[in-house]
T-cell receptor, first 109, second 112 residues
Framework: RKEVEQDPGPFNVPEGATVAFNCTYSNSASQSFFWYRQDCRKEPKLLMSVYSSGNEDGRFTAQLNRASQYISLLIRDSKLSDSATYLCVVNEGFQKLVFGTGTRLLVSP | EAQVTQNPRYLITVTGKKLTVTCSQNMNHEYMSWYRQDPGLGLRQIYYSMNVEVTDKGDVPEGYKVSRKEKRNFPLILESPSPNQTSLYFC???????????FGDGTRLSIL
């Protein structure tokens, strides 16, 4: 079983749609969680950290469910510029980051 | 500007010819790490360093070496590169407090 699992997609959505990604992790001792965005073979960039209480940044909402060991990302009012691969990242402690393979999002006009 | 700088960005070389990929950060971060990214496998950690002169193996260290003589630099060394090390490599750094990592622009290596 992979340590961090994501649906690879692609998720094809029209502009303005709401789309949600989920990610599951296997290490119950994981300490912190992030969503990164990666554009076509460029470096991953932090989108947002994920907090236990859930957090929102503009059109993006992240949630963490420790009991079920999953993390979610919700994107509202999708823009063409949101097209990218979204990486779920889990910090298992001592800065050991484990990356999911990513979920690809394609937003069309 | 806070950044992680990798060089070279692209390199095509031949099997067995030693190469070094440099990584430098200007954020005074304690933690630095090297990853490789391959299709369908995501990013996998090669080596990491918690501070100067402290390095440890990640998930895929075979065929690689690193050193951390200064806080800002963390070079990745391939003593005898082989074709299975053809990949996209990223260096990253962060502070020690468990926060997110900052990535360099990546180095695309092709070993023929």
């Amino acid at each position: 079983r992979k340590e961090v699992e994501q649906d690879p997609g692609p998720f094809n959505v029209p502009e303005g749609a709401t789309v949600a990604f989920n990610c599951t992790y296997s290490n119950s001792a994981s300490q912190s969680f992030f969503w990164y965005r990666q554009d076509c073979r460029k470096e991953p960039k932090l989108l947002m950290s994920v907090y236990s209480s859930g957090n929102e940044d503009g059109r993006f909402t992240a949630q963490l469910n420790r009991a079920s060991q999953y993390i979610s990302l919700l994107i509202r009012d999708s823009k063409l510029s949101d097209s990218a691969t979204y990486l779920c990242v889990v910090n298992e402690g001592f800065q050991k980051l484990v990356f999911g393979t990513g979920t690809r999002l394609l937003v069309s006009p | 500007e806070a950044q992680v700088t990798q060089n070279p960005r692209y390199l095509i070389t031949v099997t067995g010819k030693k190469l070094t990929v440099t990584c430098s950060q200007n954020m005074n971060h304690e933690y630095m790490s090297w990853y490789r990214q391959d299709p369908g496998l995501g990013l996998r950690q090669i080596y990491y360093s918690m501070n100067v002169e402290v390095t440890d193996k990640g998930d895929v260290p075979e065929g690689y070496k690193v050193s951390r003589k200064e806080k800002r630099n963390f070079p990745l060394i391939l003593e005898s590169p082989s074709p299975n090390q053809t990949s996209l490599y990223f260096c990253a750094s962060s502070g020690i407090g468990g926060g997110p990592q900052h990535f360099g622009d990546g180095t695309r290596l092709s070993i023929l």
